[in-house]
């Protein structure tokens, strides 16, 4: 897993004169979070109880959790199994996470709603969504469900509903919100969904937040990539790096230079 803010970048791409001359940006609070692929995925053929963390902000105390849940119900010549995919900002034995709920149209549940490019993830969010509660008690994204016959039939796959959530086959913006301790956080995630008939699956394959409490993150804006620095304006950084010590013995150096001449 990679993240890295934009000043960040800044400082590696101009060493210590960075602070000196980076420009004040309105996305140089972004992080951007590129895990490693699958590491946050969970498919309808796992089994009961999966569960994965997925950590945010990377300080070890994750913010929601991916579940599988699967119930089984049965009549008298049949059973049904249900397999669910979650997202929950509360695990399955209660303990709360650091997630605060998704950006969706229902203040009483967690179900999130697929954003646009652009969409303002902050502490107003455009009418009409609204962000859900964090300790809803149902967040599911995808049912799939499995129809067996009592009489020795083959299961049979009933088909997969995404429940209260406009997602579809492919990737899927969603806003979110955290506390870790400092205040409410805001990012965008994207999630994909894969529809493969008896393997569906849900993946977080990246997400970028506000590191700045308070502060709004753009949906399909990341934290900016390092700025290519023209040659010509490199040795001024380079003097500025070398501090005052630096440009009286480089002064001194040319002095020299001259007299010898």
Wanted: proline content about 5%; hydrophobic content about 40%.
């Amino acid at each position: 897993m990679s993240k890295m803010t934009f000043s960040e970048k800044m400082s590696l791409a101009v060493g210590g004169a960075s602070l000196a001359v980076a420009p004040t940006i309105a996305d140089a609070a972004l992080v951007t979070v590129t895990p490693t692929p699958g590491s946050l995925k969970i498919s309808v053929t796992d089994a009961d109880g999966t569960a994965v963390n997925w950590d945010v902000d990377g300080t070890g105390l994750p913010e929601f959790e991916l579940r599988v849940q699967k119930t089984v119900s049965s009549g008298p010549n049949f059973q049904v199994q249900d397999s669910f995919l979650f997202i929950n900002s509360q695990n399955g034995t209660g303990a709360q996470l650091n997630g605060r709920g998704f950006v969706g149209l229902d203040t009483l549940s967690d179900k999130g709603r697929v954003l646009n490019s652009s969409f303002d993830v902050g502490q107003t969010l455009a009418s009409p969504y609204v962000f859900g509660l964090s300790n809803a008690s149902d967040r599911r994204i995808v049912r799939k469900t499995f129809f067996q016959s009592s009489y020795g039939a083959p299961v049979t796959s009933s088909g997969v509903f995404i429940d209260d959530i406009n997602l579809s086959a492919g990737a899927n913006f969603v806003g979110f919100r955290f506390d870790a301790g400092s205040g409410l956080q805001y990012g965008w995630a994207e999630i994909l969904l894969d529809l493969t008939t008896d393997a569906e699956s849900l993946e977080i394959s990246g997400w970028t937040y506000n590191d700045v409490p308070g502060d709004a993150a753009h949906v399909g804006t990341e934290a900016a990539p390092p700025i290519p620095l023209p040659p010509s304006i490199l040795p001024a950084l380079t003097v500025l790096g070398l501090g005052a010590a630096g440009v009286r013995a480089m002064r001194k150096r040319r002095g020299e230079t001259k007299a010898a001449a």
